[in-house]
């Protein structure tokens, strides 16, 4: 079964501005997401950057919304981690300056972790669907992989000001919750305090996209500055 992962929509709420210490009357929000399936691949996606919007606001995608993942076929699980990210910096390098943060040691060699442990996982179990043995895991090395980021921005003027994650399986009903929209947030119910989410769904298809057309697609986009803006 092939599915994509998809955001419908993120919001944000920037708040605190004296503590951040730095004009929020613009921001400059994005978003960055880690995928892993069963294959051992890990796909990356990044959004362009939406230039100055208001504190708070919400961006729309249009058609069935930005792809993270996908299309193609998980192999039984699809593990995700996700950052809002604020950027304070020209965004006409954004897109240079995303490709060398990811492209560090340290961030690949944490995604390296997690697509061997799913390889390991698989071929112990002789090619079986690695399921909750493995998925919690998997998770947990792809939120590594995005704090690891965050620590690699502190020396850029990018902010990654909240992290999500979570996982789909195929045996659920449906399989990998596809069809079925939701919708993530952070402090949503805290005063004085920056909050963001995103709407996602798992929409399930008839075609599967090579995760390297895919990638770089976006990577040629994020070369053109006119185009990388939002």
Not at 101 to 125: F, G, M, Q, Y
Not at 199 to 214: C, G, M, P, Q
């Amino acid at each position: 079964m092939s599915v994509a992962f998809v955001m419908k929509s993120f919001w944000w709420n920037f708040k605190g501005s004296r503590q951040l210490g730095y004009d929020l009357r613009r921001v400059e929000p994005y978003v960055l997401a880690f995928c892993a399936d069963a294959s051992g691949q890990i796909h990356r996606s990044v959004t362009p950057i939406y230039a100055n919007s208001p504190r708070a606001g919400r961006q729309q995608m249009s058609g069935m919304g930005h792809i993270f993942y996908g299309p193609r076929d998980p192999g039984g699980v699809l593990a995700f981690a996700i950052a809002v990210i604020e950027s304070d910096a020209d965004i006409r390098g954004a897109g240079v300056r995303m490709e060398a943060i990811l492209s560090r040691p340290e961030v690949t060699t944490a995604t390296k972790a997690a697509s061997d442990l799913i390889v390991n996982a698989v071929a112990a179990a002789g090619n079986a669907t690695p399921v909750g043995a493995i998925v919690g895991g998997v998770v947990t090395l792809l939120e590594s992989t995005l704090q690891i980021v965050a620590r690699a921005m502190q020396s850029n003027p990018d902010d990654v000001m909240w992290l999500h994650s979570g996982s789909f399986l195929a045996d659920t009903s449906p399989p990998y919750q596809w069809g079925r929209r939701g919708e993530v947030g952070s402090a949503l119910a805290v005063r004085g305090r920056s909050a963001f989410g995103l709407e996602y769904e798992v929409v399930r298809t008839t075609v599967a996209l090579a995760n390297d057309i895919r990638v770089e697609a976006e990577e040629n986009l994020r070369s053109l500055p006119s185009v990388f803006v939002g």
